[in-house]
């Protein structure tokens, strides 16, 4: 009974996991009644009367090619066709060639033919191409040819055996690929697109709470400190171990037809692209997860001066993954991550101006190795960042993700200030009120204000004005402004500051 209740419970538990489960379970339910109907019934008249005993080729059809995704059974239905269709046709050609050779050749050659073709197709299904897509076609094309081939029918049973076979295996698969497409499909490239979103979404929240467990974790005792742990530890090791899920929902989803936002020719290389980055900075996170709370600990003064370069530089980089994933998610194209980019390579090289100065003379050789370690992993981090970062909007540009949807465009008035400075105004829409935006500006860039009239105006893409400091100001990249025709001033004070 307590067995029994076991399995009840596991039975829930996988059920809750992914509802659509429970649904797949139906489909292929119908589609075994459907196919079955033609063994029965006979239900389209002479053209299925002669299967017979053969009607048991579709019942199999349906249980080895209906898989959970579109894909998977686009791809074996696809395969097992084409396989039954060719292997068909050249068995019923040797069987023709052997029999005119006369009674004592006939066996010899077919045993020939069968050697020949059953090596060499097994041989093919060692390139990791044909086995990647073509590995199931290609086993039943052994099948196939095989026992057509060496059966001892005469020569209008060996027809009328490949007519059905070829028949019955058309009639199980179609079945199986029309209920897979139009009843509750679950498309393997939605579900690659969801896993790599997700991915990029447990890396992102380890970044941006390693800050607080790296210098705060011994304060919550040690109970704290091993549950925060164990959790951060099960949601990205997850990402370690997603590589097969990724390839396999790539391969199937090649042979999926366009569905949803995702169009003819989607790009789904690109996919394994962002995923092997991904997978690349998780092993570089477990890593650093080790650090946390090591046995050699800094002193706490020496741990304090680096703790705002060492936050900054994960916060940073999670912030700029986590806009990776929302511009991923929302399929936009998106260039809001490159302000956090740019804060995490700012942070690496505070931290570096501060090893250098000699803040480490006094710390012991231990301590050192293992600090050093750890900032060599957040630098490789801050990098494989920049990369994802890259990755996903080469994604963006080749499944051509529409734009980001902007408001107005606000206006920035540039003055010359008594001071010799420049100043501007803008507005700007924000829920927390008015704030200050600082422009940084290079000679290069003053000397071309400078040439224009005393009054030009600008315009700052809104992608930019979205990276607010803790003093309330935001700060915005020249790359980043352009000039447009003259435009009302605004009350927002911008500053123009030379660099």
């Given at each position: 009974?307590?067995?029994?209740?076991?399995?009840?419970?596991?039975?829930?538990?996988?059920?809750?996991?992914?509802?659509?489960?429970?649904?797949?379970?139906f489909k292929v339910g119908v589609a075994l009644v459907l196919v079955s109907s033609f063994y029965y019934y006979q239900p389209f008249g002479p053209f299925t009367d002669y299967f017979g005993i053969n009607a048991m080729w579709a019942?199999?059809?349906?249980?080895?090619?209906?898989?959970?995704?579109?894909?998977?059974?686009?791809?074996?239905?696809?395969?097992?066709?084409?396989?039954?269709?060719?292997?068909?046709?050249?068995?019923?050609?040797?069987?023709?060639?052997?029999?005119?050779?006369?009674?004592?050749?006939?066996?010899?050659?077919?045993?020939?033919?069968?050697?020949?073709?059953?090596?060499?197709?097994?041989?093919?299904?060692f390139f990791p191409r044909v086995k990647a897509t073509f590995d199931y076609g290609m086993l039943i094309f052994i099948l196939t040819f095989s026992l057509i081939s060496l059966s001892q029918f005469r020569d209008e049973e060996i027809?009328?055996?490949?007519?059905?076979?070829?028949?019955?295996?058309?009639?199980?698969?179609?079945?199986?690929?029309?209920?897979?497409?139009?009843?509750?499909?679950?498309?393997?490239?939605?579900?690659?697109?969801?896993?790599?979103?997700?991915?990029?979404?447990?890396?992102?929240?380890?970044?941006?709470?390693?800050?607080?467990?790296?210098?705060?974790?011994?304060?919550?005792?040690?109970?704290?400190?091993?549950?925060?742990?164990?959790r951060n530890l099960e949601r990205y090791k997850s990402v370690l171990n997603s590589k097969s899920d990724e390839d396999s929902l790539a391969n199937f989803a090649k042979w999926e037809p366009p569905h949803g936002k995702f169009g003819?020719?989607?790009?789904?290389?690109?996919?394994?692209?962002?995923?092997?980055?991904?997978?690349?900075?998780?092993?570089?996170?477990?890593?650093?997860?080790?650090?946390?709370?090591?046995?050699?600990?800094?002193?706490?003064?020496?741990?304090?001066?680096?703790?705002?370069?060492?936050?900054?530089?994960?916060?940073?980089?999670?912030?700029?993954?986590?806009?990776?994933?929302?511009?991923?998610?929302?399929?936009?194209?998106?260039?809001?991550?490159?302000?956090?980019?740019?804060?995490?390579?700012?942070?690496?090289?505070?931290?570096?101006?501060?090893?250098?100065?000699?803040?480490?003379?006094?710390?012991?050789?231990?301590?050192?190795?293992?600090?050093?370690?750890?900032?060599?992993?957040?630098?490789?981090?801050?990098?494989?960042?920049?990369?994802?970062?890259?990755?996903?909007?080469?994604?963006?540009?080749?499944?051509?993700?529409?734009?980001?949807?902007?408001?107005?465009?606000?206006?920035?008035?540039?003055?010359?200030?008594?001071?010799?400075?420049?100043?501007?105004?803008?507005?700007?829409?924000?829920?927390?009120?008015?704030?200050?935006?600082?422009?940084?500006?290079?000679?290069?860039?003053?000397?071309?204000?400078?040439?224009?009239?005393?009054?030009?105006?600008?315009?700052?893409?809104?992608?930019?004005?979205?990276?607010?400091?803790?003093?309330?100001?935001?700060?915005?990249?020249?790359?980043?402004?352009?000039?447009?025709?003259?435009?009302?001033?605004?009350?927002?004070?911008?500053?123009?500051?030379?660099?």
């Amino acid at each position: 009974m307590e067995k029994l209740r076991e399995i009840v419970r596991e039975g829930r538990r996988v059920g809750e996991e992914d509802p659509r489960r429970i649904v797949h379970s139906f489909k292929v339910g119908v589609a075994l009644v459907l196919v079955s109907s033609f063994y029965y019934y006979q239900p389209f008249g002479p053209f299925t009367d002669y299967f017979g005993i053969n009607a048991m080729w579709a019942v199999m059809t349906v249980v080895v090619v209906f898989e959970f995704s579109v894909g998977a059974t686009l791809s074996k239905g696809l395969n097992r066709g084409v396989a039954t269709l060719v292997a068909g046709g050249l068995a019923l050609g040797a069987h023709q060639l052997a029999s005119l050779s006369g009674r004592t050749i006939e066996p010899i050659l077919l045993a020939t033919f069968v050697f020949v073709t059953a090596a060499l197709a097994t041989f093919v299904r060692f390139f990791p191409r044909v086995k990647a897509t073509f590995d199931y076609g290609m086993l039943i094309f052994i099948l196939t040819f095989s026992l057509i081939s060496l059966s001892q029918f005469r020569d209008e049973e060996i027809l009328d055996l490949a007519e059905s076979r070829l028949s019955t295996v058309l009639v199980g698969g179609v079945s199986c690929i029309l209920i897979s497409i139009f009843v509750c499909p679950v498309w393997a490239g939605q579900d690659l697109h969801s896993l790599l979103v997700s991915n990029l979404d447990t890396l992102s929240h380890f970044l941006q709470e390693f800050g607080d467990e790296y210098f705060e974790a011994r304060t919550y005792g040690n109970i704290k400190v091993v549950e925060k742990r164990r959790r951060n530890l099960e949601r990205y090791k997850s990402v370690l171990n997603s590589k097969s899920d990724e390839d396999s929902l790539a391969n199937f989803a090649k042979w999926e037809p366009p569905h949803g936002k995702f169009g003819f020719r989607h790009p789904w290389k690109q996919y394994l692209v962002v995923a092997a980055l991904v997978r690349q900075c998780a092993h570089r996170i477990d890593a650093l997860n080790s650090y946390i709370n090591s046995n050699f600990q800094i002193p706490i003064d020496i741990k304090k001066k680096l703790e705002e370069p060492f936050r900054r530089m994960s916060l940073e980089s999670g912030k700029a993954m986590k806009e990776a994933s929302i511009s991923l998610k929302k399929m936009t194209k998106s260039s809001s991550y490159d302000i956090h980019i740019i804060n995490s390579q700012s942070a690496c090289k505070a931290l570096s101006t501060l090893l250098k100065s000699g803040i480490l003379n006094d710390v012991e050789p231990l301590q050192m190795v293992s600090l050093l370690t750890t900032v060599s992993l957040l630098n490789d981090i801050v990098n494989i960042t920049e990369k994802i970062s890259e990755s996903v909007r080469e994604l963006a540009s080749a499944a051509r993700f529409r734009n980001k949807m902007k408001p107005t465009e606000p206006s920035v008035s540039l003055k010359k200030l008594d001071s010799g400075s420049t100043g501007c105004a803008m507005p700007i829409n924000s829920r927390d009120g008015d704030h200050v935006v600082t422009i940084l500006l290079s000679d290069d860039d003053k000397d071309d204000i400078d040439d224009d009239d005393d009054t030009s105006n600008i315009v700052l893409d809104d992608d930019t004005i979205n990276e607010k400091s803790e003093d309330g100001e935001i700060h915005v990249q020249t790359s980043c402004v352009r000039e447009v025709g003259m435009m009302p001033e605004h009350s927002l004070g911008v500053r123009i500051l030379q660099i």
